[in-house]
């Protein structure tokens, strides 16, 4: 990759892919945005699309992780470096951690105004990754000693819930929630089930943050001896980052077309790899930094996330490993693990049935008559040759849409008879490919699902190449009116 040129792509494309992904309210992935140091990317943001992302409904929130360097960056009256920021001394761990939860919360604040995310959706999210009772049980007994022996074991969560977010009412400053949540100001008149609605959401985003910092308290010593000894721990690594990551799956499910439309920018992502700790509140840079990645890209994948753009810059010298690289490869194998592969094993059963299906009649005879290999499935239950005949179907077809560049425009190409083949039918139904109408082309229904695609069949348990061409001769295939601009014919070789 070090050796490479770079690919020049025109600004007004780039603009146009940045809004394209920023205007959906939910994404299935991230949006990654590398290039050469000194080409424009934080211009871009700051200058061409802040702006136009921060109109109502959208919301922006950008965090530059290179702001803490202060002898770097023009934020403090410095000019860039010349060189990479992993040559300039890297800044602490904590003071990243507070720009980028500073500016979720900011964030999670503007939605609790507009009433898109209550107390009890907090509690519900919350409640979905982390046990809540004894520290919410603690919580209480701090506003009040009496309340240890009042509440009762039975009682559920969403009761210890609502009686910590009154008892936390109390005690926080009635002037701060109002100010934040501007009841007093510009002549707002709500109904008193209104402000309470607000005032509720408000203090349950405390709440959450207050029982978090409590579960983390927990870990310290854990969290001390981890760092002492170089180890890893994913789970104390997500305890670390448990706090961002529900602020970003809170505003994820608030999102909403039209109404409140959050998304999150970070730039110079790579410095927070390189972050120093200061103490043992917390893990390292590298491991903090990992975790935020891989749980954004989880709850993409998982749930559809917000829009979130990382930007980075980091062209590493020739005798090291490619910090960025490493990150896209780890997400597309990812990705090929817990959707492609699976998806794939779905769309094998899927032209198993086919066969079985032509075997038995349920096929119209018109559509077997010659042609592509597809129209003469094996006419036996053997379950191996099906299995072998699927896998040899499927992977021709991925390989033909690979040598077209994922490029196959079936009107335009007269090319409809593809919607005939099981091997397009059943990537399309489980949800690998789409059909788009204008233009007609048929395409994966991400770059990242594309580049898996390109991979399957490599890592795909495919037979030989000659018991390719032996099993389908076995199977009486012919290659008369096969589209040699598309399919490939084993066959025939």
């Not at 609502?162 to 008149?189: F, P």
Request: aromatic share 8%; with cysteine.
């Amino acid at each position: 990759m070090v050796n490479k040129a770079w690919k020049i792509i025109p600004r007004p494309l780039l603009e146009t892919v940045l809004n394209n992904h920023a205007q959906h309210h939910r994404v299935p992935q991230p949006l990654v945005v590398h290039g050469p140091r000194g080409v424009g990317k934080t211009t871009l943001f700051l200058e061409r699309l802040l702006k136009d992302l921060n109109k109502e409904p959208h919301l922006t929130g950008y965090v530059d992780f290179a702001e803490s360097i202060k002898d770097h960056h023009p934020q403090h009256n410095q000019s860039f470096p010349w060189s990479s920021w992993s040559n300039c001394e890297p800044p602490t761990l904590s003071n990243c951690k507070a720009q980028l939860e500073t500016c979720l919360e900011s964030m999670a604040e503007r939605g609790i105004k507009l009433g898109t995310i209550s107390s009890q959706q907090i509690f519900t999210t919350l409640n979905k990754w982390h046990g809540l009772n004894t520290a919410l049980r603690r919580i209480l007994s701090k506003s009040n000693k009496k309340v240890k022996n009042a509440v009762s074991d039975k009682v559920s969560g969403s009761i210890l819930w609502e009686r910590a977010v009154y008892a936390l009412s109390a005690r926080v400053n009635a002037k701060e929630i109002d100010g934040v949540l501007e009841l007093r100001e510009n002549g707002k008149r709500l109904s008193l089930e209104e402000e309470t609605y607000l005032r509720e959401g408000l203090v349950g985003l405390k709440l959450a943050k207050e029982v978090l910092n409590m579960q983390h308290e927990w870990r310290a010593n854990a969290i001390a001896n981890l760092n002492r000894t170089g180890g890893f721990s994913r789970s104390l690594a997500n305890s670390c980052t448990d706090w961002p990551c529900l602020l970003i799956d809170l505003l994820s499910q608030a999102a909403e077309i039209d109404r409140f439309q959050p998304k999150l920018v970070i730039n110079n992502i790579e410095v927070l790899r390189n972050a120093i700790r200061t103490d043992d509140s917390t893990v390292c840079g590298s491991m903090y930094h990992d975790s935020l990645i891989w749980r954004i890209i989880a709850l993409g994948v998982n749930e559809r996330c917000l829009p979130v753009i990382l930007v980075t810059s980091d062209r590493v010298m020739e005798d090291r490993a490619s910090t960025f690289e490493d990150i896209v490869d780890a997400y597309l194998a990812y990705l090929q693990i817990t959707v492609v592969n699976p998806a794939m094993d779905k769309a094998l059963l899927l032209l198993q049935k086919f066969a079985f299906d032509a075997k038995n009649g349920r096929v119209l005879e018109d559509k077997l008559r010659f042609g592509t290999p597809w129209r003469h499935p094996p006419r036996t239950d053997d379950t191996i040759l099906l299995a072998e005949w699927a896998k040899i179907q499927l992977m021709d077809f991925v390989q033909a849409l690979v040598r077209t560049e994922f490029g196959v425009n079936y009107l335009a190409d007269c090319s409809l008879e593809i919607f005939d083949d099981p091997a397009a039918v059943a990537l399309l139904e489980v949800g690998l490919l789409y059909a788009q109408r204008d233009p007609s082309f048929m395409r994966p229904i991400s770059r990242g699902i594309q580049r898996c695609l390109v991979r399957w069949p490599i890592v795909a348990k495919a037979c030989p190449f000659s018991d390719a061409i032996f099993s389908l001769k076995f199977f009486d295939t012919g290659c008369a009116g096969a589209n040699p601009k598309f399919r490939t014919v084993f066959g025939s070789r």
